[in-house]
């Protein structure tokens, strides 16, 4: 896709023309849309030049420029295939979408194909976004507004910058869709900065520690919890691999000892 400026031949020194955004699907076909910016002939050269208000024009039809690319990414995404029928019906507002960002965000969360670990911690972002409570319809999502639910995450609870940074990475793509479909006509996250932090230090367990795990006792779950944790320990899974772990698929056996076939993985002689 690319800008094209008097399509036309109309623009004269005393007469503006438009500046249209020309995107193809193709080879036969293409569709031209109105960026709603209007120069005379001799202001456009590859880009709005001799205007005063030059760099703000430009900046716009980046914008613009890219909340369609955005478009055709998030459709790819979705698995739909990139043709001009389907990305009018993308980039054109739904008539039966009420204006309710909350709505809009659980509904995309819950029909995501983002894998259930990752779900969770979305969710999480979502509800925070439900106690904020000053972030409900499109029309509030506005920078003021982000700039404020990032006070009150931060006030809620003593949280680190890197968490609250993780809140706003996972809210994001949900403002970035709603930009995408035509909901709201300025992305908020694009004006707000959002510092990823330092992460600390994490102190790791010692061996008498690690001994004093193995050695205690557990009843009913927390003996599979403490077994998995001490599985993590010595094997250097995260988490999130722990959860979908597979013993017959992700183990091969060398001698007596089983090993973690991956190569993010280390040995383990506790499976």
Not at 198 to 223: G, P, V, W
């Amino acid at each position: 896709m690319f800008f094209i400026f008097d399509r036309h031949h109309m623009a004269t020194n005393e007469k503006e023309a438009n500046v249209e955004l020309r995107v193809y699907f193709g080879r036969h076909s293409e569709k031209s849309i109105s960026t709603g910016v209007k120069l005379y002939a001799d202001q456009w050269d590859n880009m709005v030049v001799d205007r005063v208000d030059s760099v703000q024009l430009n900046r716009q039809l980046h914008l613009f420029k890219k909340k369609d690319e955005d478009a055709i990414h998030s459709m790819q995404v979705d698995g739909l295939e990139v043709n001009l029928e389907n990305f009018n019906a993308y980039i054109a507002p739904k008539k039966d979408m009420a204006d309710n960002f909350i709505d809009f965000m659980y509904e995309e969360l819950q029909n995501s194909n983002i894998r259930d670990s990752t779900k969770r911690q979305h969710l999480v972002a979502f509800q925070a976004l439900e106690r904020f409570e000053k972030i409900k319809s499109f029309s509030s999502l506005t920078l003021r507004n982000i700039e404020l639910f990032d006070n009150f995450i931060r006030n809620e609870e003593k949280r680190t910058q890197t968490t609250i940074f993780g809140y706003h990475e996972r809210i994001k793509p949900y403002v970035n869709k709603a930009y995408c479909l035509g909901y709201i006509s300025e992305n908020p996250y694009l004006k707000f900065k959002n510092n990823r932090g330092q992460y600390k230090e994490r102190i790791a367990l010692t061996q008498d520690e690690l001994d004093q795990l193995l050695s205690m006792k557990f009843e009913n779950k927390l003996s599979r919890v403490a077994d998995l944790f001490i599985l993590q320990c010595y094997a250097g899974l995260s988490y999130a691999d722990t959860q979908i772990f597979n013993f017959e698929k992700e183990t091969v056996k060398g001698k007596d000892l089983y090993f973690i076939d991956g190569r993010r993985y280390v040995m383990s002689s506790l499976i």
